[in-house]
């Protein structure tokens, strides 16, 4: 990957983390954000398009105007807990059997017990997260039309620049349109057509995931060649593998099979030769981590220049608490005594912590216990899984001792050959030696010493399901696996707290879907509850 040919990661963030072209202060999630500059004389200088782009990825990182809080983005909420990835990790695991949290914050507890509500400030907060940055996006296209160029006298060089700005700003819009559809359903479609102030409808999740398709092949060609672009932007590789994961999870999705074309994105990103596995598992999660050959996607963060209290500050501080030695995790200042994980977790590697499978390695169990009596208040009850470190991968803390510098890898090659096995099994082709060799690929890895492979008799859909949360866990994958094998509601699987009792219990069906927030559907008509009769 040519990830030292071009700026590097720190001179990038530093830019997301000074554009300041629009206005913090988001209320009414699904109303354009007023400019607090006028795009008459903003646009004379031709960096601004530049940095405008720059503030569509910081908005993945950062959570305002400063860092890691002040002038936020999004109102009524503790900025922190407005972060993107904060939010989108949160309704990924915490609902599942990967983790819990012993914090108390109102509304936090539900989001373990399944117990939400319209008013959650959660899942308001993420879905306001997610009409935020398309809001932003629509808003670049708006100004970056051929048009709008010509008429500020922009040279054909720049236009041609800002063209393949465009292209990235519309992945970021369907990144977050993806996210929107998986977690709450039917959500409005606007795009920069939408004319400003008016109150959208909802569209279907079929209608949703049919203008995403469309606008990632649209955009693939004018992307650069995956691997080939500048670390932490969107490239073809990152195209693929959203593809990817709106493929596989299209059943779902209510648009029927298409495991065929999942994987045959699999393939793509495979094929292209950009990526390979890291030699070191841990090495996708450290604060040295932008080294890995095996991250296609990352969200960036940075000690010193992209600070938020949550993302990957979350993730490395609230996993650390008991008897830990934070400096070990490059957090000399100490932990914050939240995150661990269910016993249920721990029994799905061989062994529990300590196995041979290494991934088992990043469970901490000195002073805690497996079991999860009380959820709430105490955090040496269940394994501690410190698996995001803001130390390097040759033991040098990150720049900064409580903000990392570890980036989020939202999308990486293991993730790809499991897709691939699992397409495969589902009907979608490619041929059994290959989804078994990607497979033993990732468990390979995972026993440096050797006995991870496994036989093809054994690669069934039931394996491959529990090798996503040994392989993946904590990495925002877990709810929406869970739903595509049908495990996440009903009484099939159960884990603990589920439901809100110990050993876990059985869900309503409509917990599958986040509710639309009760203060968007009172201010506008126009949309109406997923699911009225639960929530």
Known sequence: ???????????????????????????DVTTEPQSTVSSANIFDDPSAYRSFLAKLYAGLSVTGQQGPAGAADIEGIDEGFSQYIRGL???????????????????????????????????????????????????????????KLTERGASAALQAE????????????????????????EIPLLTEDHPVGQKPGQA?????FEFVVDELNAIRPELPQAGAGQYGRADQGAVMMLLAKLHMNAEAYGVGDQYTEALAATEAVIGSGAYQLADSYMLNFLADNHTSP??????????????????????????????????????????WWGLRVTPEFVALFPGGAGSADERSDVLYTDGQTLEINTLLGDFTQGYAAPK????????????????????????????AYLMYAEAHLRGGGGTAAQALD????????????????????????????????????????RRTDLIRYGLFTGGDYLWSWKGGVQ????????????????????????????????Y
């Open 1 to 27: 990957m040519q990830r030292d040919s071009v700026m590097r990661k720190n001179a990038w963030v530093s830019l997301a983390a000074l554009a300041v072209l629009l206005a913090a202060g988001c209320t």
């Open 89 to 147: 990790w949160q309704l990924q695991e915490l609902p599942t059997d990967e983790a819990v949290i012993q914090w108390g914050d109102e509304s936090l507890p539900e989001l373990n017990t399944m117990a939400w509500g319209s008013a959650n400030r959660f899942t308001t907060a993420f879905y306001a997260r997610i009409f935020f940055q398309v809001s932003l996006a629509n808003e670049f296209l708006r100004e970056t039309t051929a048009a």
């Open 162 to 185: 800002v063209d393949a700005y465009r292209a990235e700003a519309r992945f970021l819009r369907a990144l977050s349109y993806w996210h929107g559809m998986d977690a709450f359903g």
């Open 204 to 208: 279907s999740r079929a209608e949703i």
């Open 294 to 335: 095996e991250i296609i996607f990352p969200v960036t963060f940075d000690g010193l220049h992209t600070r938020t209290w949550g993302g990957t500050t979350f993730l490395v501080n609230a996993a650390v608490g008991g008897s830990m030695d934070p400096a070990e995790y490059g957090i000399p200042g100490g932990g």
């Open 388 to 415: 995001y470190r803001n130390i390097t991968s040759t033991g040098a803390q990150g720049s900064h001792g409580t903000h990392p510098d570890t980036d989020f890898p939202m999308f990486r090659l293991a993730d």
């Open 438 to 477: 990607y497979v033993n690929d990732v468990r390979r890895r995972a026993y440096d010493g050797g006995g991870g492979e496994i036989t093809a008799g054994e690669l069934t859909l039931a394996f491959i399901l529990d090798e996503r949360a040994r392989e993946l866990f904590w990495e925002a994958h």
């Open 503 to 534: 050993d876990g219990e059985a869900t309503e069906p409509c917990k599958a879907l986040y509710p639309l927030p009760a203060s968007e559907l009172l201010s506008n008509p126009n949309l109406t509850q997923n699911f009225p009769e639960c």
